[in-house]
Each structure stands twice: as structure tokens, then as C-alpha cells.
């Protein structure tokens, strides 16, 4: 009931700004359901010609994964985009269930983002190769300052910039650029 009242919230807000944002549930829309074989997921990336996958790591409590969720994820063009580059994939990392890891060993959410990724706040985007490595660059943790931000954060790893530059120093040239054009 809190979620349809902040969706119809955000909605309201964004027609009123003048805006031509479509909002979907990001549940549904965003991110790709899982059986949590993730030797798998690389092989359904690699078939479905994605540049990497995407992975949010995440909690029920966390107000900035919920702030994502609204704000950013929940917008069509973000949904859109990402799901033509990326296979994403949720993780609870307070979570019990057992899945398969990139190596093809069992563990539990929990355990794969705590001692596999190092995740200790959310919300963390990680974004893995496919060849199910975590791209060294390519990693976000917090929430982006804006839809925007996040798209471009997609285009960074897109344009295996990471392989050059920090993704702040991506955003630093990026503005630079708009600004002088």
C-alpha cells in the first residue's frame, strides 16, 4: 500500500514537473528473474548479447535502495537502456537462499555478497564480465544522484571506459565536453 502511494506520489510529480516519464514497477520491468545459478546467468548474458551483468546488491531496509527503486529504476528510458545492455540480477544480502556462484560453488546471498563481494552498505551496483568476473571500475555503491547519472554509469561500462578512467573522472570529461559543445 506504501509502495502504490509513493509510486502515484512520484507520478503525480513528474507529470506535474512537465515531464514525459513513464513509471513501472521496477520488480517487474528492471530486473531479470533468477533461479540463483549464476554459471548459468552468464551463459543467458552471453546468448542474449549483453555487454556484462548487472548485479544490485541490496536489503529490505535500506531507504537508499528503496530511493532507487523510485526514483530511478522505476523510469521506463532507465529500464529500457539497461535491459538492452545488461542481464540484472537482485541480491539480498541478508539473504538465506542458496545459489550457485560464478566459480559453479554453492553458497547463500548472504555469503556471496559479503565474502565474494565485499558489500558491506547498499545499495551496490557491480557490474560482472562475462566471464563472471566483477569489472574493477565498474562498481557504484550508494545511490546516483539522478536518473541521468545512472544511465551514464550503463554507458561507462558500455564503452569499457573503466578500462581508461574512473567513473568519476568519466563524469568529470562527459560534463566538461557538454559544457564546452
Same mark, same amino acid.
Given at each position: 500500500m506504501m509502495s502504490r502511494m509513493l509510486f502515484m506520489v512520484l507520478f503525480l510529480f513528474f507529470a506535474g514537473a512537465g515531464q =514525459? @516519464? $513513464?513509471l513501472r514497477d521496477p520488480g517487474s520491468y528492471f530486473f531479470t528473474e533468477t533461479f540463483g545459478d549464476m554459471t548459468e546467468e552468464i551463459e543467458n548474458a552471453k546468448d542474449e548479447d549483453k555487454k556484462a551483468i548487472l548485479i544490485m546488491? $541490496?536489503?529490505d531496509e535500506c531507504p537508499y535502495c528503496h530511493r532507487m527503486k523510485a526514483t530511478v529504476l522505476n523510469r521506463k528510458d532507465v529500464q529500457d537502456f539497461f535491459k538492452e545492455h545488461f542481464l540484472i540480477l537482485s541480491m539480498d544480502v541478508e539473504g538465506d537462499q542458496e545459489i550457485t556462484d560464478f566459480n559453479g560453488e554453492m553458497t547463500v546471498q548472504k555469503d556471496? =555478497?559479503?565474502k565474494q /563481494? *565485499? @558489500? *558491506?552498505a547498499t545499495p551496490v551496483f557491480? /557490474?560482472?564480465d562475462l566471464e563472471g568476473k566483477p569489472i574493477k571500475r565498474a562498481r557504484f555503491t550508494g545511490a546516483t544522484g539522478s536518473a541521468e547519472e545512472f544511465m551514464l554509469l550503463g554507458q561507462y561500462v558500455i564503452d569499457r571506459e573503466y578500462e581508461k578512467m574512473s567513473f568519476t573522472r568519466y563524469k568529470r570529461e562527459r560534463l566538461n565536453a557538454e559544457n564546452n559543445s
Amino acid at each position: 500500500m506504501m509502495s502504490r502511494m509513493l509510486f502515484m506520489v512520484l507520478f503525480l510529480f513528474f507529470a506535474g514537473a512537465g515531464q =514525459a @516519464v $513513464e513509471l513501472r514497477d521496477p520488480g517487474s520491468y528492471f530486473f531479470t528473474e533468477t533461479f540463483g545459478d549464476m554459471t548459468e546467468e552468464i551463459e543467458n548474458a552471453k546468448d542474449e548479447d549483453k555487454k556484462a551483468i548487472l548485479i544490485m546488491f $541490496e536489503m529490505d531496509e535500506c531507504p537508499y535502495c528503496h530511493r532507487m527503486k523510485a526514483t530511478v529504476l522505476n523510469r521506463k528510458d532507465v529500464q529500457d537502456f539497461f535491459k538492452e545492455h545488461f542481464l540484472i540480477l537482485s541480491m539480498d544480502v541478508e539473504g538465506d537462499q542458496e545459489i550457485t556462484d560464478f566459480n559453479g560453488e554453492m553458497t547463500v546471498q548472504k555469503d556471496f =555478497a559479503l565474502k565474494q /563481494f *565485499r @558489500v *558491506r552498505a547498499t545499495p551496490v551496483f557491480q /557490474f560482472i564480465d562475462l566471464e563472471g568476473k566483477p569489472i574493477k571500475r565498474a562498481r557504484f555503491t550508494g545511490a546516483t544522484g539522478s536518473a541521468e547519472e545512472f544511465m551514464l554509469l550503463g554507458q561507462y561500462v558500455i564503452d569499457r571506459e573503466y578500462e581508461k578512467m574512473s567513473f568519476t573522472r568519466y563524469k568529470r570529461e562527459r560534463l566538461n565536453a557538454e559544457n564546452n559543445s
